[in-house]
């Protein structure tokens, strides 16, 4: 057996290294079964989930984790879908809204099986608004463009819980500030 100092150490390093790297490749599966076994309870139902999604929508002989990859983009896609579309509703609804309000009192309102309760909700509320502006009288653009640039302002820092009290304030300043630029050119 070789007395080398060097070879001595640079074999016990070795061995060392390949101990601690065992060690730490242990631990990893250790950690992997006990994420696994506390899983274990659920993995009936899972199974059944996954059996139920492979004969709904044709994946055949797929690997479950495929499976869930294209059914999460699937998702995502449809979110976008979604999103989409719900702001071109918005802002469909927004300028029906605005020619309405800018046709002025006399304007027909939309048939109520048309609008959901929630859009009916903030029309009445702009609608009394603007009946509590009629009796106030005249407003000056200017004075009502300074509260309106206020109000959007304060729109980007707004939390959750103030944003339909905001949209509400701005919706009833636009108006003001129609009703105040019409007459204007009505009066000259």
């Given at each position: 057996?070789?007395?080398?100092?060097?070879?001595?150490?640079?074999?016990e390093r070795a061995a060392w290294d390949?101990?601690?790297?065992?060690?730490q490749e242990i631990e990893r599966e250790r950690r992997h079964v006990e994420r696994?076994?506390?899983?274990?309870?659920?993995?009936?139902?899972?199974?059944?989930?996954?059996?139920?999604?492979?004969?709904?929508f044709s994946f055949g002989?797929?690997?479950?984790?495929?499976?869930?990859?294209?059914?999460?983009?699937?998702?995502?896609?449809?979110?976008?879908?979604?999103d989409e579309l719900s702001q071109t509703l918005v802002s469909e609804?927004?300028?029906r809204e605005r020619e309405r309000v800018l046709a002025g009192?006399?304007?027909?309102?939309?048939?109520?099986?048309?609008?959901?309760p929630a859009v009916r909700w903030f029309a009445d509320l702009l609608h009394e608004k603007s009946l509590t502006v009629r009796q106030k009288g005249?407003?000056?653009?200017?004075?009502?463009i300074a509260a309106l640039e206020l109000e959007v302002e304060?729109?980007?820092?707004?939390?959750?819980?103030?944003?339909?009290?905001?949209?509400?304030?701005?919706?009833?300043?636009?108006?003001l500030l129609a009703r105040a630029v019409r007459s204007r050119q009505r009066f000259g």
């Amino acid at each position: 057996m070789p007395t080398n100092p060097r070879w001595v150490e640079h074999t016990e390093r070795a061995a060392w290294d390949t101990v601690q790297t065992l060690r730490q490749e242990i631990e990893r599966e250790r950690r992997h079964v006990e994420r696994l076994t506390r899983l274990q309870p659920a993995w009936p139902r899972v199974v059944e989930a996954l059996d139920r999604v492979r004969e709904r929508f044709s994946f055949g002989d797929e690997e479950p984790a495929v499976m869930i990859e294209r059914l999460a983009a699937r998702v995502q896609e449809l979110e976008k879908e979604r999103d989409e579309l719900s702001q071109t509703l918005v802002s469909e609804r927004g300028e029906r809204e605005r020619e309405r309000v800018l046709a002025g009192p006399e304007a027909p309102r939309p048939a109520s099986g048309k609008v959901r309760p929630a859009v009916r909700w903030f029309a009445d509320l702009l609608h009394e608004k603007s009946l509590t502006v009629r009796q106030k009288g005249r407003r000056d653009p200017a004075k009502v463009i300074a509260a309106l640039e206020l109000e959007v302002e304060g729109l980007a820092h707004a939390r959750q819980s103030e944003l339909l009290e905001l949209a509400v304030n701005v919706g009833h300043l636009a108006m003001l500030l129609a009703r105040a630029v019409r007459s204007r050119q009505r009066f000259g």
